[in-house]
Each structure stands twice: as structure tokens, then as C-alpha cells.
């Protein structure tokens, strides 16, 4: 079955300290990638998305996310985190016949202490 | 506003009764999903349609749970005889192919 893996569910941070999370997808055919983020009390929102191209996707607010194909991952990066980076992140993959069918991992939870 | 809106935001029940969560996708999208999210847990896929049509649907989605889509455009998802296990986020996306976006959320609490 096609899965998500997000290998850390909680991570704590100090401001200015560097992050990188991790993701890697079960899918052998072609995908469409996404890290979604969710702030405290508000609904997700998309951060990044990688379709095709250069494997180096940048997002808003400065996330970054490079796809490795041979090893089906995704990790999300960003060299210097804030306060407000304080959120829920979820890596998520589309297979390409999946239409808008979004199959997410179980979040990593990212507290940046100030 | 142009995005996808759901109704109510929150939502709280006693077991057993029925509940009824309203959707308004982005209006030239003809993909609507829904999703549930539990505590801890990423969104899990429930049903999708496209236009009026409802293609495919979790094993996740019980008896108790239907879901419409009547004339293509808003999608209502009704949830019978609730249970308690049934508290979580009800998420509705809407999409143009890949590309689409996930509305705020309906937020159940069974008692």
C-alpha cells in the first residue's frame, strides 16, 4: 500500500538553529510531492510542491525541499528557524494517477523555543 | 473569499445523534474530497468526486457516513448514529486536477 513515513513526530529547536525534516514515500511510479503546514488553531497550507523539474524546490517562508528519487524522499529543510516556525508539518504525496488523492504522513511536530 | 469554505467550523454532539457538515468547494473545481484527521494523525482520505459523481470511497467511510455532491457543486457529508470514535477534523480539498487547496475544517466532538 502506498505510505508516508515522517520519521520524527516531535522535534524542539532553538531560534536560529537549523532543520531539516525527514520524509520518504512507498510509491514506485511517478509522484507529485507536498509539505503542508499547520499553525496552531489554523488549517493546513501548502508550503511547497515538487511536480518535475529541478529537485530543489523552494517554498514560502524560506523552506526549501530537495526530492532524491532513488531514495523516495522529500525532506524539508530551512537554515535558520523562528519563533513562529512553531507548527505542524506534513509531507504528503499525490501519485500521478491520483488526481487531488493525497496520502500525508503523521506530521512532525516543531517547537522553535525563543 | 475564493477559497474552500466549510460549515460549521465546530461541531458538538452526543452519541448517537446525527450530524450533517456542509462544504463549498472553489467554484470552477470539479474535484471535491473529503478527509478525516484524528489527533496525532495526518489527514486520511475519506471520498472524492468528481462533478456529481462519487468515484471512490475509503473503507474508512462506514455505513454510517454518506456523502453528496447533488448538482456538482457544495458536498455535505452526514455521519449517522455518531460515536465517539468519530471526533476529529473533517477536511474538504477541492482541486483542478493536482492542483488544489484544503478548506478549514469542520472540528467534531462526540460526548
Known amino acids: 500500500a502506498q505510505s508516508v513515513s515522517q520519521h520524527n513526530h516531535h522535534v524542539i529547536l532553538s531560534e536560529a538553529a537549523s532543520l531539516e525534516l525527514g520524509c520518504n514515500y512507498s510509491?514506485?511510479?511517478?509522484?507529485?510531492l507536498f509539505w503542508y503546514v499547520q499553525y496552531p488553531g489554523q488549517h493546513l497550507q501548502l508550503l511547497l510542491k515538487y511536480f518535475s523539474g529541478d529537485p530543489l524546490v523552494k517554498g514560502i517562508k524560506g523552506f526549501e525541499a530537495e526530492f532524491i528519487k532513488s531514495k523516495f524522499s522529500f525532506n524539508l529543510r530551512k537554515p535558520s528557524v523562528q519563533w513562529s516556525d512553531t507548527a505542524e508539518y506534513f509531507c504528503a504525496v499525490i501519485p500521478s494517477t491520483g488526481g487531488f488523492k493525497t496520502i500525508f504522513g503523521a506530521g512532525t511536530r516543531l517547537f522553535v523555543k525563543a | 473569499d475564493t477559497g474552500v469554505s466549510q460549515d460549521p467550523r465546530h461541531k458538538i454532539t452526543k452519541r448517537g445523534q446525527n450530524v450533517t457538515f456542509r462544504c463549498d468547494p472553489i467554484?470552477?473545481?470539479?474535484?471535491l474530497y473529503w478527509y478525516r484527521q484524528t489527533l496525532g494523525q495526518g489527514p486520511e482520505f475519506l471520498t472524492y468526486?468528481?462533478?456529481?459523481?462519487?468515484?471512490?470511497k475509503s473503507r474508512l467511510l462506514s455505513d454510517r457516513f454518506s456523502a453528496e455532491r447533488p448538482k456538482g457543486s457544495f458536498s455535505t457529508l452526514e455521519i449517522q448514529r455518531t460515536e465517539q470514535g468519530d471526533s476529529a477534523m473533517y477536511l474538504c480539498?477541492?482541486?483542478?486536477?493536482?492542483?488544489?487547496?484544503f478548506g478549514p475544517g469542520t472540528r467534531l466532538t462526540v460526548l
Open positions: 468526486f468528481q462533478n456529481e459523481a462519487q468515484l471512490e
Open positions: 510509491y514506485g511510479g511517478t509522484v507529485n
Open positions: 467554484s470552477e473545481h470539479n474535484r
Open positions: 480539498a477541492s482541486s483542478l486536477g493536482t492542483s488544489g487547496f
